[in-house]
């Protein structure tokens, strides 16, 4: 059977750069074969490839491990084989037979077998942490799991769906971070009361990938050690340090002076500031990162109909993405990025504070309310949660900000304990379903369902047509037919959801001239050290 999914999603998604190096104060310069990035690494909670759900590791461990299948930084068009050299596919589509690339050798020396990739899939359903509802969705739980996804030999691994979905689904979904195989032998010598490594994994590596975690100290450091072995061979780059700095003007002083090679947030004031320095560098990466707004639909006003269209209508879309979004976000609506395959690029809304205060009249709260907004610390979500407020106030809801870092932010979110949220999202993988299952689906609304993968269900929203909906469309063989089927789903999303989708990124990146090959891709996860040289 022909893979027709290749490729389909990420085309324009390509983007190669220079980039990053390090210095001390009496040096000019970071060592030659050392980057070191400015970056605010506050999200980073866990290293576990099989709880990984946050930006920053989510970058972290696309350097750290290799996954099933992959996109490569040679070629983000394509997705290829990554710890599997091939696969066959079944007549019926269910079961897919993978071949495991022969010479891999995990970071401990151990090879890369069968046994290996077959463990890692099954650890992600077994532990059930927040993304394994990537696997989940294909009918895997820790009860079938073990027969489902096998080891054939000591090289080929069987893996079966039990639901009713496209391959070529699988093998995007496999590209996921929770596609990475980890080493079992090296994992299980850590395991305590049966957590399969977790507590251990969670801030150590153990995978094949071009860099080893040397050290994590929270809210303070990540650095990176080269793995010579790598299948590709050892990258330039022998160590890549992550320096936690929250501060984007501190950012940009250290790149300014070499105490950074790159500097990862920097403002658009702050690039322009820099366009007169000739030391420094500034790539555009677009990127398939959403800012969105989404209301509790178990609240008793915000889950109104008509209130969350007022607040649609509330948002200042051109004058935040004029000033102080400039260069860095544009303008977009649907819950699928532009410049992917099946993305609405329709932006039906703006702001109209006339027809939000009659739409809020219309759900009987006309006299306005009082209501918290939650968001992140870091720039630019205080600007964007301010500038809600400002408008909000003058259809009479009054609002209190309250500003977290991620590790905060996310465990009140994903436990339903939010009002207004100003939050971010990108795709778990390259394929639509990706997008679709995290705003459309929620087969499942009680609390103890805890499907907190899903945004619709964080949101309490739960709509059996539009469920259906995203089940068909991830079902689809014909590929006119399926992107016609998302299409439609992000419209009923995009008028009749909890969600106010406002923008999308493009990340801007200083970093010194000296820095080349730095390549950054549509999705979080898609950045790549081992590509870069000084």
Known sequence: MNMTFKGTALAAALAVASALPMASPASAGTPKDMLIMAKNIDDLITLDPAEVFEFTGGEVIANVYDRVMMFEPENLSQLVGGVAESHTISDDGKTI???????????????????????????????????????????????????????????????????????????????????????????????????????????????????????????????????????????????????????????????????????????????????????????????????????????????????RQAIRYVVDYKGMANSFLAGQYKIHQAFWPSGLWGSL???????????????????????????????????????????????LAKIGVKSQIILSEGKTLWPKYRARKHQLIVAQWSPDYVDPHSNADAFAHNPDNRMEAKLTGKLAWRTSWENSAINAMTEGAAKELDLVKREKLYLDLQRKVQMDGPFTVMFQKSEQVAARRNVKNFVSGANFDLVFYRTITK
């Open 97 to 307: 037979v993978f071949t495991v690339r022969g010479g891999q050798t995990f970071h401990s020396g151990n090879a890369v077998t069968a046994a290996d990739m077959a463990f890692s899939l099954r650890r992600v359903v077994k532990l059930k942490k927040t993304p394994s509802f990537i696997f989940t969705q294909f009918g895997w739980n820790k009860d079938n799991v073990d027969g489902l996804i096998k080891p054939l030999d000591a090289m080929r691994v069987s893996v079966t769906m039990a639901a009713d979905f496209s391959p070529g689904l699988l093998l995007n979904a496999l590209s996921a971070g929770v596609g990475s195989v980890v080493d079992m032998k090296e994992v299980l010598k850590h395991e305590k009361d049966g957590d399969l490594g977790y507590g251990w994994l969670k801030n150590h590596s153990a995978g094949s990938g071009p860099y080893s975690l040397q050290t994590w100290k929270a809210n303070e450091i990540v650095s990176l050690q080269a793995h010579a072995g790598y299948r590709h061979g050892a990258p330039a780059m022998k160590r890549v340090v992550l320096r936690h700095v929250p501060e984007n003007s501190a950012q940009r002083l250290m790149v300014e002076k070499g105490d950074a090679d790159m500097a990862r947030d920097l403002s658009p004031d702050q690039i322009r500031g820099l366009s007169g320095n000739r030391q420094i560098s500034v790539g555009d990466y677009p990127k398939a990162a959403l800012i969105y707004m989404a209301t509790n639909n178990a609240h008793p006003i915000l889950g109104k109909d008509k209130v």
């Open 345 to 391: 690029e329709e932006t039906p809304f703006k702001m109209d504070l006339a027809k939000a205060k009659a739409l809020l009249a219309e759900a009987g709260h006309g006299g306005g309310f009082s209501i918290v907004i939650d968001t992140l610390k870091k720039s630019p979500y205080p600007e964007i949660a301010q500038s809600v407020q400002a408008s």
